[in-house]
């Protein structure tokens, strides 16, 4: 089996500050460092309680999908505040292919993300309680103005609790950089 990554780099200066951040300051380094973010990452910068943009559901069968990749954002990230844990990222089987091409992706392509809490002791990363699942859908006609992507993300496992609400807002510009990608982050290594 393949392995995925989605590359993570932080200012160093950014990096070492002990100051606050707050959802505003947050927001603005993932507009100006879109390189942060997997799947859908503004979720943790969203209201936990919301309407949903979408009918998007909770695939039941997303853990026997392929496994992409794990990422862990750290408290070392300044964005850790907002997507802090560890990102478990799979796609489904119509994706698998073009995910080894670096894309362009089939309509009917999912990417599912476990979020997780995490924690760090004697040098290893354990994860812990679940904190959001996030997805993106491939469906070119239906969401033609946000790349062919359809995103959603819930709090925890509650399908009642979407965040995303504005799909082009809080996820379609993050994710514009990665065009050449077919707007996705995670890439395959053989």
Known sequence: MGRFTTRISADTAIANSTEPRSR??????????PYWLSAAALIALLPLAARSADNIKIPADYRSWFHVNTLVVGKESPLFDALGGMHVIHVNRKG??????????????????????????DGAYAEGPLKALTIMVKDAKKYASTG???????????????I????TKQCFECHTPKKDQDYVYSTYIP
């Open 164 to 167: 995303v609400t504005d799909a």
């Open 96 to 121: 698998v292919a073009a995910l080894k091409k670096g894309g362009p992706y089939p309509d009917g392509t999912m990417f599912f993300d476990d979020v997780h809490e995490s924690t760090l002791a």
């Open 148 to 162: 062919g992507w359809g995103f959603q993300a819930w709090a925890g496992v509650d399908p009642s609790k979407p």
């Open 24 to 33: 505003k300051a947050a927001f603005q380094a993932l507009r100006y460092r």
